[in-house]
């Protein structure tokens, strides 16, 4: 069994929380060895009478440049020179001195939970000589290394497989450990099991991964990419992802289209998709809009725009939320109609079978020509026995539902009653 990993990290809204779901597929880069390195801050030459005094400022910590937490601006280091004076012999001398102070504590242990406090030493290879007066002004330094610095570039479309049982990634004589980038272009965002197979889902497209001997074979079977890092979701039977343009699909073997661009396009790169895999639903949530897949029934609904995770673990279901979830009201809409006929119709009423106790609101959406959009009534309240008066003119028309309580209802059938013009 083999460890998946790719060679970014992507910081965004937290990601589904589904047991098992990452099992065999690790994003993490794997331990190594920084080695200790100093550096010299040096100020300029013409302010010495003797030859340039060096700073050396030295830290007890590994430097990392891949740092554990996100960048606190308040443990920034700063560097002021002041001004004090001595009386020597009767003479008033100006003595100028370096201060390196620090806003916050420092992080000693970068790659721990813990908060350590660090020490920061400084010191100066030579005495510090000052024969004229340092103006007000930005004063500038530079900054050298004494260690060697290389860099190395950005691999962002690489899959890397480890060791056979380990997160060992070196690459040996036995060939057992790889790498190899996609055929596409761009940051992968998501490793996800399907069957056999590795799902890469990247910025550019969507590609599977299958072994071949000692290596791994690579078929790219879709060439748009997802909506962001967190906007694929499933198990390994199962996928679902969104891509750049708002379509939804499912991935098995092949894949088919469910589309919902319709609704999903207003989604933004920050959703998030979780699967509920017990009762085959599937929640597209980005913070400010929340939908809702049935796999079951084929259709979409809106829901709570917080959802970032669902699972379920010992027979206890979890939810996960950036905030409060609240329930929004039951809507639904039908397709379009237009009757078997392009002429005008006009609908002063509608007649709805279903088994509602609370309110229960309809409207129609009515429009002259296949190319503008629809526009929409008001809302009107259902009488208790079905009816509600409504009119609308046009050529084509969808029926919408609403009911405000919460509660299990089901729609047996929708009469409408209109007249079809001859123009």
């Not at 597929?25 to 010495?48: G, M, N, Q, W």
């Not at 979701?233 to 991935?251: R, S, T």
Request: charged residues 20%; hydrophobic residues 35%; aromatic residues 14%.
């Amino acid at each position: 069994m083999a460890y998946w990993r790719t060679d970014n990290t992507i910081h965004g809204r937290q990601g589904n929380i589904q047991p098992d779901q990452y099992s065999n597929a690790v994003s993490s880069r794997p331990a190594f060895t920084i080695p200790e390195s100093s550096h010299e801050l040096k100020y300029p030459d013409c302010l010495f009478v003797t030859e340039p005094s060096n700073l050396r400022i030295l830290s007890k910590g590994a430097v990392s440049i891949f740092p554990g937490l996100p960048t606190n601006i308040d443990n920034a280091i700063y560097i002021e020179w002041y001004e004090t004076t001595v009386t020597e012999q009767g003479l008033v001398v100006p003595e100028y001195s370096l201060e390196i102070c620090s806003e916050g504590g420092f992080l000693g242990n970068i790659s721990g939970d813990a908060f350590v406090s660090g020490a920061l030493y400084v010191s100066s290879e030579a005495d510090f000589v000052e024969t004229e007066l340092i103006e007000s002004s930005t004063a500038e330094l530079s900054i050298t290394s004494s260690a060697s610095i290389y860099s190395e570039a950005a691999r962002n479309n690489w899959l890397y497989w480890s060791d056979i049982g380990n997160l060992d990634f070196t690459i040996g004589k036995d060939n057992i450990a790889g790498a190899r980038p996609l055929e596409l272009r761009g940051l992968i965002y998501s490793l996800k099991k399907l069957g056999a197979k590795i799902v890469a889902y990247g910025e550019s497209g969507i590609s599977f991964v299958h072994p071949v001997g000692k290596a791994y074979a690579l078929d790219t079977v879709y060439r748009t990419g997802i909506k962001g890092r967190n906007a694929v979701a499933g198990d390994e039977f199962i996928h679902f992802f969104l891509d750049v343009n708002g379509c939804l699909f499912q991935l098995t073997d092949g894949i088919k289209k469910l589309d919902f661009s319709e609704y999903l396009s207003v989604l933004s790169s920050n959703t998030v998709l979780s699967y509920d895999a017990e009762n085959g639903l599937l929640y597209l949530c980005d913070g400010i809009h929340g939908f809702i897949y049935s796999l079951n029934s084929g259709s979409l609904g809106e829901c709570s725009p917080e959802i970032t995770g669902i699972g379920s673990q010992s027979g206890n279901f979890y939810v996960t939320a950036d905030g409060s979830i609240i329930t929004p009201s039951f809507e639904i809409c039908t397709d379009i109609y237009d009757f078997g006929t392009l002429n005008y119709k006009t609908i002063y009423a509608l007649e709805i079978g279903a088994n509602v106790q609370g309110a229960f609101e309809a409207s129609i959406d009515f429009r002259s020509e296949p190319t503008v959009s629809f526009s929409q009534t008001n809302w009107y309240p259902i009488a208790y026995k079905g009816n509600v008066f409504i009119t609308a003119i046009g050529r084509e028309f969808r029926f919408r539902l609403k009911s405000t309580p919460y509660e299990y209802f089901e729609i047996d059938y929708i009469k409408i009653n209109g007249m079809v013009h001859r123009h």
